[in-house]
Nanobody, 126 residues
Framework: QVQLVESGGGSVQPGGSLRLSCAAS????????MTWFRQAPGKEREAVAF???????TYADSLKDRFTISKGNAKNTVYLQMSSLKPEDTAMYYC????????????????????WGQGTQVTVSS
């Protein structure tokens, strides 16, 4: 079992930055990879960025120039650094984890992740 808790969301003006955190507890040694998703009202959940246990990363093409996923020193925290934020980045941001290996090209599929946090709201508005 893995428990995930997101934090760091808030309100920011366009062009601003935020860093989201996802703290994992429980069986984190077996954690294969973690992904940030986001969901805006009325829209489907969207995969943002993925990081595996070795630190390899993958991003949604439309976001890779502005968002960076990384691990903390303790390796049980994953961050999402977001810069040059736009109103269309407004969404609930979730982190998700999977314990077992999966082919990296499947990282955007929400249904392969067994564990989810409750989400943290990001609002970008002037």
């Amino acid at each position: 079992q893995v428990q995930l808790v997101e934090s760091g969301g808030g309100s920011v003006q366009p062009g601003g930055s935020l860093r989201l955190s996802c703290a994992a507890s429980g069986n984190t040694d077996s954690n294969y990879g973690m992904t940030w998703f986001r969901q805006a009202p009325g829209k489907e959940r969207e995969a943002v960025a993925f990081i595996d246990r070795d630190g390899r990363t993958t991003y949604a093409d439309s976001l890779k120039d502005r968002f960076t996923i990384s691990k903390g020193n303790a390796k049980n925290t994953v961050y999402l650094q977001m810069s040059s934020l736009k109103p269309e980045d407004t969404a609930m941001y979730y982190c998700a984890a999977r314990l077992s290996y999966f082919p990296q090209h499947l990282w955007t599929r929400a249904n392969i992740y067994s564990y989810w946090g409750q989400g943290t709201q990001v609002t970008v508005s002037s």
